[in-house]
């Protein structure tokens, strides 16, 4: 007996590899529009204009832009992909105007809800949302007790000590489930203006996510958003040729770190727009870093010119409005004329002084020339 698995085992395994991997990669859900025929006709469709900025990737996958938002009734698609589904329309509305009677016969409260029905039809929904109608505060809830009480699969139903909603309820198979008869929240009232003024919204805010030039993603259901400096790296690391672990690991270094990280690294697919893309903004990028090295340095250098300079505060009275300063003339003040007249008087003095010393010096220097001359002689 062979102790190595033979070819048809071999080949089974390798089909169920793909297989799961075909099931892990479609296992990514996406929202659903609800393509109400009533909301297309009630509200009709809305476009935006091409937005060409920004990184959108929908299902682990990179979309082509320009991109396109549109409101298609009250559900919210971007380049036909659905980002945000509208509201159930027409609204679903309880008939509250009469009571549903006592539980059917054998029905339970915990039944599980058939394939394919709205749990909002049945008869323990139905009954809660008549007794919520009529019924308040410790009424609603004796009352639900007292229905709960009548169905022929409940044995009992006794209260929690210290709450006045919480009850434990024992079937006739002897399983016990708490339950909390806590009245639930009135839905708010919805009209046709509102519906539209929120899908209205809901519109531009991905309009302007699109326009802020960052990296948008649908992941689950929601929205998922990234930029800032690190875009160039993220973007690199998508288009890398790394292994996937490496990928991840430098997804992480620029700040992708969510979830939708580690799905991208292993299974993204690049495209020639993306890349062409991604060197444009790559270049864009050292443009922009070499003008802030630039700037910088300008900046420094007219910070050591300033130095010492004295700021001047306020503005500068314009020319005419400088008065000039009245100066007396000597025939008109005596006392200045006469401080004038000082003045030159002793400038004269020092002048003369200033003479008198260098004649004697000059008298002193030739006779001490000529006693030199005599003493040789």
């Known amino acids: 007996m062979s102790m190595f698995p033979g070819k048809r085992f ?27 025929p009533e909301a297309l006709r009630d509200f009709g469709v809305e476009k935006s204009e091409p937005i060409e900025s920004s990184f959108f990737f929908y299902a682990g996958k990179y979309v082509e832009m320009p991109y396109v938002v549109e409101r298609r009734g009250l559900d919210i698609l971007i380049n036909g992909h659905c980002v945000r589904p509208g509201p159930e329309y027409p609204p679903f509305e309880y ?56 169905s022929t699969q409940v044995a009992s139903v006794e209260p929690r000590a210290g709450s006045p909603v919480e009850y434990v309820v024992t079937l006739k198979d002897g399983s016990t489930v708490n339950v909390d008869f806590v009245e639930s929240f009135k839905a708010i009232p919805r009209d046709k203006e509102s519906d539209l003024k929120r899908a209205r919204q809901q519109m531009q805010d991905f309009e302007d996510g699109l326009r802020g030039g960052g990296m948008m993603l649908i992941w689950r ?48 697919e690049p ?17 922009a870093e070499s003008k802030r090295v630039r700037e910088a340095a300008v900046s420094e250098m007219e910070g050591a010119l300033d130095i010492g300079k004295v700021p001047i505060v306020g503005e500068l009275p314009a020319k005419e409005e400088i008065a000039e300063p009245e100066v007396e003339s000597p025939a008109e003040s005596p006392a200045a004329g006469a401080e004038q007249d000082g003045g030159r008087g002793g400038m004269i003095a020092v002048a003369g002084a200033i003479l008198v010393v260098c004649v004697v010096v000059g008298i002193a220097l030739l006779l001490r020339g000529k006693r030199a001359a005599r003493a040789k002689g």
């Not at 993220?234 to 770190?257: C, H, M, W």
């Not at 495209?271 to 443009?287: N, T, W």
């Open 95 to 150: 008939d509250v105007s009469q009571d549903p009677g006592d539980p059917p016969p054998g029905a339970s409260p915990f039944d599980r809800v058939p394939k394919g029905t709205d749990r909002r039809t049945t008869y323990w929904a139905r009954k809660n949302a008549y007794l919520r109608a009529h019924y308040h505060g410790s009424a609603y809830v004796e009352k639900m007790v007292e229905n709960y009480r009548k």
């Open 221 to 268: 259901g929601r929205e998922v958003s990234t930029g800032g400096p690190g875009l160039v790296d993220i973007i690199g690391a998508l288009l890398s040729s790394e292994d996937p672990e490496v990928r991840l690991e430098n997804l992480e270094k620029a700040g992708f770190t969510s979830r939708p990280a580690q799905v991208l690294a292993a299974e993204f």
């Open 10 to 36: 071999v080949w089974a395994l390798i089909a169920a590899c793909v297989f799961g991997a075909a099931v892990t990669r479609a296992a990514v859900p996406t929202p659903t529009p609800r393509n109400s």
């Open 271 to 287: 495209s020639e727009q993306l890349k062409a893309r991604y060197e444009a903004m790559k270049a864009g990028a050292a443009d």
